[in-house]
């Protein structure tokens, strides 16, 4: 489904968040200007079997947030797909609030660099990251 963009200057339809989202709980609170930020709650179904938030969890949140900000400096007909992300897990979360912030740090035709933090609702630093996207045109 496709709705419209939460930045209403921004270049083409809002593409979602999807159902990979919505099974993790993922919800998007900004998405303009090479910005995004996006959260999830922590809830059981997030936690390893040692009760810490699973690292795919805080990497999948990332990678919404990266995508999210890629998305919004993209001109109509075009998408993006995650090339690689390097991600530093620096503390254990629990339960809470998990948000990540990303932005675009560079943008070239066929490639996006970003960078993204992860804070828990505390403000604690959770993750750093930084993500290289690429950048497909719609075929004529």
Known sequence: MTVARPDPTGPGPDPGVGPFAELLGVRRTLMAGGRARFEVTVG???LNPHG????GVVYS???YAMGGALTSRLAPGERCATLEIKINYLAPVAAGLLAAEAGVVDRTARVGVLDARVHTGGGELVAL???TFYIQTAKP
């Not at 810490?52 to 690292?55: A, D, F, S």
Request: avoid cysteine.
């Open 129 to 131: 990251a930084m993500g």
């Open 52 to 55: 810490i938030v699973h690292g």
């Open 61 to 63: 949140l990332v990678d």
């Open 44 to 46: 059981p179904q997030h």
